[in-house]
């Protein structure tokens, strides 16, 4: 569905813009958490106070919402569909399998109009089965990664929305809207790449760590290290490939041009992360 044909006069819309900003969760996981506490740090720095934000929070992860409740004053709710009598803009972070049930749920109780806006976070659900479910609500689908609570990460987007970009821009980087639903499906695997370094990262500690002399903590410094300085070289080489780079450290005689050979090629470790995520890409869509 095109954002233009969400008429901009909505109750939801105009609520977004008078403070206080109401804005439902349902399934407040790690990740609905983070973006949250990255909100509530956005708007904050744009000025407004955190009394111009009101979390209303669905009944679960009961850490997590007295955690919210207590730092950013959040409500929480007996139901979800009290989460829904509360506010017209909802985030919902359930799992995807569950989303079918919560949508039942909410449609028993007659909790969702035309007015309410979902922003669905969740992998491998298409846009069409939750307008379908989750009908007459509006629905778009979001996705960013656990280092918002960072100020990192972007939020990604589909299809373009004028009023989730107005309500979470605050929390992320930036916003990347997607035209087309396969590649923000797609785009999810790369948050996803985010934690495989993550553990590829764990690996290396756990090898370096065995080295007789290099500490625990060192060995972790040394990581970081290497991984700000790969940024810091895309970073300043916009136009260069990553790949190109390497190349350039790994001139050929060193130490490095000896593991870049061994990592790359058909067999290596490059070639095996792009078959997980033609795997993942194709169970996907
Ligand atoms: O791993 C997942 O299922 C979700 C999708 C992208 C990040 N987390």
């Known amino acids: 569905m095109a954002s233009s044909s969400y008429p901009s006069t909505s109750t939801c819309h105009r609520e977004s813009r008078q403070p206080p900003t109401r804005l439902g969760v349902l399934g407040v996981g790690e990740l609905a958490e983070s973006l949250l506490v990255a909100l509530a740090?956005?708007?904050?720095?744009?000025g407004r106070s955190r009394h111009d934000l009101e979390f209303h929070l669905s009944p679960r992860n009961d850490v997590r919402s007295h955690r919210l409740g207590w730092r950013f004053g959040a409500v929480r709710h007996a139901s979800n569909v009290a989460v829904c009598e509360a506010s017209l803009c909802v985030l919902v972070g359930v799992r995807p399998q569950q989303l079918e049930a919560l949508a039942m749920e909410l449609r028993e109780s007659r909790a969702l109009s035309k007015d309410h806006h979902l922003m669905v976070m969740a992998a491998g659900v298409s846009l069409a089965n939750l307008q379908r479910w989750f009908a007459p609500a509006r629905v778009v689908r979001v996705m960013t990664g656990l280092a918002v609570s960072e100020g990192q990460s972007a939020l990604t987007l589909y299809p373009e929305d004028p009023l989730t970009r107005d309500l979470l821009s605050p929390a992320v980087r930036q916003?990347?809207?997607?035209?087309?639903?396969?590649?923000?499906?797609?785009?999810?695997?790369?948050?996803?790449?985010?934690?495989?370094?993550?553990?590829?990262?764990?690996?290396?500690?756990?090898?370096?760590?065995?080295?007789?002399?290099?500490?625990g903590p060192q060995a972790r410094q040394l990581l970081m290290t290497q991984m700000r300085d790969a940024l810091a070289l895309m970073e300043a080489h916009p136009d260069t490939p990553p790949g190109e780079l390497a190349s350039?450290?790994?001139?050929?005689g060193t130490w490095t041009a000896r593991g870049l050979e061994q990592l790359g090629g058909k067999d290596g470790a490059h070639h095996r992360w792009?078959?997980?995520l033609d795997g993942l890409r194709s169970e996907l869509n």
């Open 248 to 252: 350039r450290i790994g001139t050929p």
């Open 175 to 215: 916003v990347i809207a997607f035209e087309e639903e396969a590649a923000f499906e797609a785009s999810m695997l790369a948050v996803c790449v985010n934690a495989w370094q993550l553990a590829q990262q764990q690996a290396l500690l756990d090898w370096f760590q065995t080295v007789p002399g290099i500490t």
């Open 274 to 276: 792009q078959q997980v």
């Open 41 to 46: 740090r956005g708007c904050l720095r744009d």
